[in-house]
């Protein structure tokens, strides 16, 4: 079975920094394509970040370009979101997905063909 499993999120105040873990099992990020989204309550999920495992290349958005970096261990079989000067407006469920297929930017969950269940994150003032 494939899966994704998100770990990492917490509560943190304003200005610290996480590192979330998108752990794959059943398969291997080989010619994947990971996103990265978060879900805020009552809002629809943004998709903040993206990395091709094959080659490297790497998106953000505007609102989190500049504190988000995203990247891939290969041999750990994961892709990590490191979040640095937290800001409130980040607290959400962030969760990752991938698919095999040419992905366009900004991306969308729905264009991904499998996601974890997500990681909260919370930022205090």
């Known amino acids: 079975e494939m899966r994704l499993a998100e770990s990492g999120g917490g509560l943190v105040q304003a200005g610290g920094s996480l590192r979330l873990s998108c752990a794959a099992s059943?398969?291997?990020?080989?010619?994947?394509?990971v996103g990265w989204f978060r879900q805020a309550p009552g809002k629809e999920s943004e998709g903040v970040s993206a990395?091709?495992?094959?080659?490297?290349?790497?998106w953000y958005s505007d609102s989190v370009k500049g504190r988000f970096t995203i990247s891939s261990d290969t041999g750990k079989n994961t892709v990590y979101l490191q979040i640095d000067n937290l800001k409130p407006e980040d607290t959400a469920v962030y969760f990752c997905a991938a698919t095999t297929r040419r992905i366009q930017t900004p991306i969308f969950a729905d264009h991904f063909s499998f996601r974890g269940q997500g990681t909260q994150v919370t930022v205090s003032p």
């Open positions: 990395i091709s495992v094959r080659d490297g290349g790497t």
């Open positions: 059943g398969f291997r990020f080989g010619d994947h394509a």
